[in-house]
C-alpha cells in the first residue's frame, strides 16, 4: 500500500517535468532552427546616377539568385545567398574595348518576418556582401575586379501552401570598388547605386506555421 501511495505521489510529478522539458525543447526549435528556407528569384538591375554601369552598360533584363536560410530566433531570420547578372557594353568610348561584364555577388542577410495576415507577410532587410564584375574583352581576356554590397530593402510575400511562397521585393544596393584609377574617375569607377527588384518563390522545409 505505501508503495503505491509513493508512486501516485510521485509520478505525477515525474510526468509534470517530462512535459515542461518537451515544451521547453519545442519552443527551442520553434525560434531556433537549422531547417533551410530556400529562396529562388529572378531579379532586374536599375543603375542610377553617373558610373561605370550606368553609362556604359545595359543589364540584361533578368538575372537570378538564390538565398539560403538557416537561423531564425523568433521573427528574426539569417541567411546566405548569391546573385548573377549579365551586363552589355553599350559605349565602347567610356567603358573601353569590352565585349561584356558579368556581375557576382555572394551576401548575408537579416531579414524580419513580420505576418500581417495568415497568408500575407512583409519581410525588412539588411545585409553586406561582396560583388564582383568580371570584364571580356573582345580578344577573350578577362579583367576582374571587386567590392563591397550594403543591401537595404524588403519583401513582400504570399503563403501559397504550408511549404511554398511567392514573394516580390525590391532593394537598394550600394556598392564600393576599390579600382586604380586616376583620381578625377575613382567616383565614376568606384561607387555604384543601383534599384534591385525581385520576384520568386520561396521552399520552407518545415513548413508554414498555422497553414
Same mark, same amino acid.
Request: no cysteine; aromatic share 18%.
Given at each position: ?5 509513493? #508512486? #501516485? ?6 510526468? %509534470? ?34 558610373? %561605370? ?90 579583367? !576582374? ?18 511549404? #511554398? ?21 575613382? !567616383? ?10 525581385? %520576384? ?5 522545409? !518545415? ?5
Amino acid at each position: 500500500m505505501k508503495k503505491v501511495l509513493f #508512486l #501516485l505521489i510521485v509520478l505525477p510529478h515525474l510526468l %509534470f517535468s517530462q512535459s515542461k522539458n518537451d515544451n521547453a525543447d519545442q519552443e527551442v526549435e520553434q525560434t531556433f532552427f537549422h531547417k533551410p528556407q530556400f529562396y529562388f528569384y529572378i531579379s532586374h538591375h536599375i543603375n542610377k546616377g553617373e558610373h %561605370f554601369l550606368a553609362d556604359g552598360h545595359k543589364p540584361d533584363f533578368f538575372g537570378g539568385g538564390i538565398q539560403i536560410n538557416f537561423i531564425k530566433y523568433h521573427n528574426v531570420k539569417f541567411g546566405l545567398g548569391w546573385e548573377y547578372h549579365e551586363y552589355n557594353v553599350t559605349d565602347k568610348s567610356t567603358i573601353g574595348n569590352i565585349n561584356s561584364s558579368f556581375y557576382h555577388a555572394a551576401f548575408a542577410k537579416f531579414q524580419y518576418q513580420w505576418d500581417i495576415l495568415k497568408r500575407w507577410s512583409i519581410e525588412p532587410y539588411l545585409g553586406l556582401g561582396a560583388t564582383r564584375i568580371q570584364q571580356r574583352y573582345i580578344n577573350s581576356a578577362r579583367d !576582374d575586379f571587386y567590392g563591397m554590397n550594403f543591401y537595404a530593402g524588403g519583401n513582400f510575400t504570399f503563403k501559397l501552401t504550408k511549404y #511554398l511562397s511567392v514573394f516580390t521585393g525590391i532593394n537598394y544596393n550600394n556598392i564600393r570598388f576599390n579600382i586604380n584609377t586616376n583620381s578625377n574617375w575613382k !567616383d565614376y569607377f568606384n561607387k555604384v547605386n543601383q534599384i534591385q527588384m525581385q %520576384f520568386g518563390i520561396i521552399l520552407t522545409v !518545415d513548413g508554414n506555421k498555422g497553414l
